[in-house]
């Protein structure tokens, strides 16, 4: 028995015949398949702003959400009290969406193989309060020695633990004990003539000991004092279609906004995304191949299993540009009649699990960076990105590139103003003509909404050149 | 179906008391002020989709906060436990935590001359968003998205229709003694159809109306119906070539501009300079024509609240006049920093330190309507969605993916997709030549048509 089964069993006194009675009652009135996922979650975090330590906070919350498929339809209730009446009261609720002769869950559950991708030594405890307030006070440190002209730094260390249990009525029982820490700093740098800012921060499902020695309070400060002093002397950004080099690592944002949203498969089960209907067809140059791998160690979008159960995978999504698959999760899955890829992720107890990257990535080419950025005549060359949307239906999307550059006759020259870049889903990727052989994920500080639901996500690119891009500047 | 059990506030039992014991209960334990939220809340949605139930989903949930002070030091914790060992956790760990962060001169509860409750009723909570049967909340949702799929052939799929509302009861009690509390209630509908040409590309929009009461709500079907056009007009979407040429934004979309101004008078980014309107209290920052208002007190608001998140009255506040910025929008804390007095604009979640929050905030109306600040454009682009979030508050720069509508000699002709418009906000806030008379809540935040003038389309 692991430790958060413990959690359940022994702090809230919850039993195997227990559940199964939750499950029977869930499924009283009939339906496919029903779950119960139970949460327990802590969380930590304090921030200076202005040199000082201004507050710092920790929650709990705990609770368990009931969930009933019958065909399409969906019946959900929750509750924040752990006691059984409330979740068999709960479980009633959600059986609603069933119409027909009671059903019982399978006898027994298995237990699924699941991973180990975050083990973390000593997660989150109040003892190291103190220790993180020294990381934080590190960082305000740094920033600020950087140069004289940053004039305000905040920065902040967050972590949690989320403790989870999911049970189906198809013998479904996963638990995981799943850390995430992030470290994040900003900067205003300031002239008599004008302002800037610049961001930076990382993290994973990681301990303290990640900022001690892996990724260091000053890597992050003197990164976001970096971006500030450079955006001093940004200059227009020009405005058309022009060849865009995108750098390593988070401008990968392009894969989450460009394809990754529209390969969820709740929207092509629907007909409803600009992908539906295009597995098997060619969506991207043949140096392209993208991936979604819930399964790197210790990455912000893994996890050892997914929010139903079902253990992670890696996902290929585009292989030489042809269009593979769709990320599915147990409705979708059993609907369309193709494997759950274990992307069932909700963002807490309260929200009924749906379709969810992870950590999206291409694989890389064999083009050389330096030569990826000599080949272009004049462009833009973007390694930052602040957030990025897309509609899913007509697949246009835009990302902001927070740090940029001009690339004139194959150089890199002028630092260039916050612009957005904008397309189309189904042929940007049709569009890169250059892959790095770089490939970077991002630091770890990615997180997606999706019908009101965050979740925390990776995303990662080699460099990648695309010939035609709308850049949203205003220099004409 | 069966009936669908109701999980409306059972808790009472009485929060008041809960919200003030904690205060006491932490200042008994060495705090020097404290100031504890108790939130409770049911909802219920309903989603169908292709004229099929798709989801239903209720429940109610409940948890407290508590900000802790000792002396100049602050922290916070919150929880969903409300077991005797939950409390009791939630009080000594703010605590703990409060004697390791830094001294603050500034850090501090409301004076107790300072906190208050607006009289009388605001019109903010109806019991009657739950009092549908099941069937007929399914219905609502069906209605319209029904209404949306009918109003033309070219209307294939459907995203569905929905029929949402919750209800919500917060205390907040601090230690001069103040408790407060009040209900809020809401219930919206929607649609989202999705049209597909003979091209084969599809379209998706949305629409939707919001209230207090089930008495305000549009009917679905006018809701559907809007939904549709909204979605129809999209259909045949192009990219036009960079330009530069005036552009109307239809009220939605000026109302996320309106989110602009609210983040660029808010006053933590004013005292750490990280906005463009920083020091220019008096300045004229604007066009002579605008005048934009935060009010927390118009009765049935969305943004309304009798006290806002640190128990001071909320009230009306003129942020901008004619064009000069006469206030900023404060807490407590910010106020003090920047030495001005609380606009009763404190947000308070659960945990950490209150922000800034909007009341009512709208950009006042003009006397045209939308229909004669486009006749006026030669050349010009209708934009009715905006897409990223391309805005840098420190700088203004401005530059957001668009779709809307090009205009050809003052008529709204074939749509536009895949394009940007940026610029800087102190430009574009100087360059509204126009506004709409057709000034509308649909939420807490609102502002008419509005055209600006000097933006950089960038597109083919």
Request: aromatic share 8%; with cysteine; glycine share 12%.
């Amino acid at each position: 028995m692991t430790q958060n089964q413990n959690l359940f069993f022994q702090k809230f006194g919850i039993t195997p015949s227990d559940l199964q009675r939750y499950l029977g009652e869930a499924l009283s009135a009939g339906g496919d398949y029903a779950d119960l996922y139970f949460e327990y979650l802590t969380s930590t975090s304090i921030s200076v702003d202005e040199s000082i330590v201004k507050s710092a906070s920790q929650g709990i919350s705990a609770g368990c959400g009931v969930r009933v498929l019958a065909g399409e339809r969906t019946g959900y209730a929750y509750t924040d009290d752990l006691a059984p009446e409330k979740i068999l009261r709960a479980a009633r609720t959600a059986a609603l969406i069933a119409r027909g002769p009671a059903k019982s869950p399978v006898e027994g559950f298995k237990e699924n193989r699941a991973h180990h991708l975050y083990p973390v030594a000593s997660p989150s405890a109040d003892a190291d309060i103190a220790a993180k307030l020294e990381l934080v006070m590190r960082a305000d440190r740094a920033a600020r020695a950087y140069d004289p002209r940053i004039v305000q730094v905040r920065s902040g260390y967050f972590d949690e633990l989320r403790q989870i249990l999911v049970i189906g009525s198809d013998g479904t029982f996963a638990s995981d004990v799943q850390p995430l820490a992030r470290f994040s700093v900003s900067c205003i740098a300031k002239t008599p003539e004008t302002s800037a800012k610049g961001a930076a921060g990382g993290g994973g499902r990681v301990g303290i000991d990640f900022f001690l020695t892996e990724k260091t309070p000053e890597y992050f400060a003197q990164d976001a004092a970096r971006q500030a002093i450079i955006q001093l002397d940004a200059r227009e950004a020009p405005a058309g279609e022009m060849e865009v080099v995108l750098g390593p690592g988070w401008p990968g944002i392009l894969l989450h906004e460009a394809i990754g949203h529209g390969l969820e498969a709740d929207f092509n089960r629907k007909g409803t995304s600009a992908f539906s209907g295009m597995v098997g067809r060619r969506v991207a140059s043949d140096k392209c191949t993208v991936v979604d791998n819930g399964t790197l160690p210790s990455r912000r979008g893994s996890i050892n299993v997914d929010d139903e159960g079902s253990p992670t995978q890696n996902t290929v999504l585009i292989e030489n540009g042809i269009l593979k698959g769709y990320l599915s999760d147990k409705l979708s899955a059993r609907l369309m009649g193709v494997p759950d890829t274990g992307n069932g992720r909700r963002e807490s107890y309260e929200h009924i699990p749906m379709p969810r990257m992870t950590n999206t990535y291409m694989l890389a080419g064999d083009d050389s960076p330096e030569d990826i950025i000599r080949s272009v005549k004049r462009g833009v060359y973007a390694v930052n990105f602040g957030g990025g949307q897309v509609d899913i239906t007509n697949g246009k999307f835009v990302f902001s590139a927070s740090e940029a550059y001009m690339i004139e006759n194959g150089q890199v020259t002028a630092p260039l103003k916050n612009c957005t870049l904008i397309g189309n889903g189904p042929d940007a990727l049709t569009k890169v003509s250059m892959v790095g052989s770089d490939l970077q994920l991002d630091e770890g500080v990615g997180t997606c909404g999706k019908d009101g639901q965050s979740v925390p996500v990776g995303v990662g690119i080699p460099t990648l050149k695309l010939d035609s891009m709308t850049v949203g500047g205003t220099a004409r | 179906m069966a009936t669908y059990t109701q999980t409306v506030s059972e808790v009472d039992a009485d929060l008041r008391d809960l919200a003030s014991s904690v205060v006491s209960r932490a200042m008994e334990a060495g705090a020097t002020a404290a100031e504890a939220v108790v939130r409770e809340g049911s909802e219920f949605s309903t989603a169908v989709r292709m004229g099929e139930v798709e989801t239903l989903k209720e429940s109610g949930s409940r948890a407290i906060g508590l900000r802790a002070f000792i002396g100049q030091r602050t922290a916070s914790t919150y929880s969903s436990d409300f077991s005797e060992d939950g409390i009791q956790r939630l009080i000594s760990g703010a605590l703990d935590l409060a004697r390791i962060t830094s001294e603050d001169v500034y850090a501090g509860i409301p004076d107790a001359d300072q906190l208050g409750s607006l009289p009388g009723d605001l019109k903010l909570y109806y019991d009657d968003v739950y009092s549908l049967p099941p069937e007929e909340r399914i219905d609502y949702a069906r209605r319209a998205e029904r209404a949306a799929l009918e109003a033309d052939p070219r209307m294939k799929n459907s995203d569905g229709g929905t029929f949402d509302a919750a209800i919500g009861h917060k205390v907040l009690a601090n230690s001069h003694g103040f408790v407060g509390e009040y209900r809020r209630s809401y219930c919206s509908v929607s649609a989202a159809p999705i049209a597909q040409d003979e091209s084969g590309a599809m379209q998706r929009d949305y629409w939707f109306s919001l209230a207090r009461t089930i008495s305000k709500l549009e009917s679905p079907e006018s809701v559907g119906r809007e939904a549709a056009r909204r979605t129809l007009r999209r259909l045949g979407s192009r990219k036009i070539a960079s330009t530069q040429v005036p552009i109307v934004l239809d009220p939605m979309v000026a109302g996320s501009l309106l989110d602009n101004i609210f983040d660029a008078v808010n006053g933590e980014a004013i005292y750490r300079q990280s906005s463009f309107l920083a020091n220019k209290l008096g300045e004229k920052i604007a066009a002579g024509n605008i005048t934009v208002v935060d009010d927390g007190t118009i009765p049935g608001g969305f943004g309304t609240e009798p006290f806002d998140g640190e128990g001071v009255p909320t009230r009306r506040t003129v942020v901008i006049e004619n064009g000069v910025l006469k206030s900023y929008l404060l807490n407590t804390y910010t106020a003090k920093k920047l030495g001005l007095k609380t606009t009763g604009n404190a947000s308070r979640g659960l945990a950490g330190t209150p922000g800034i929050g909007a009341g009512n905030f709208f950009l006042q109306k003009g006397d045209r309507t939308p229909q004669e600040i486009i006749g006026d454009i030669k050349q010009g682009l209708y934009i009715f969605q905006f897409l990223g979030f391309g805005v840098n508050m420190v700088t203004g720069d401005f530059s957001r993916g668009a779709s809307g509508l090009w205009i050809e000699n003052g008529e709204l002709t074939f749509p536009v997709e895949e394009v940007t418009v940026a610029g800087n906000l102190k430009d574009m806030l100087n360059n509204i030549s126009e506004i709409g008379n057709d000034l509308e809540f649909r939420g807490s935040l609102a502002a008419p048509t509005l055209r600006i003038d000097g933006m950089i389309i960038a597109g083919e």
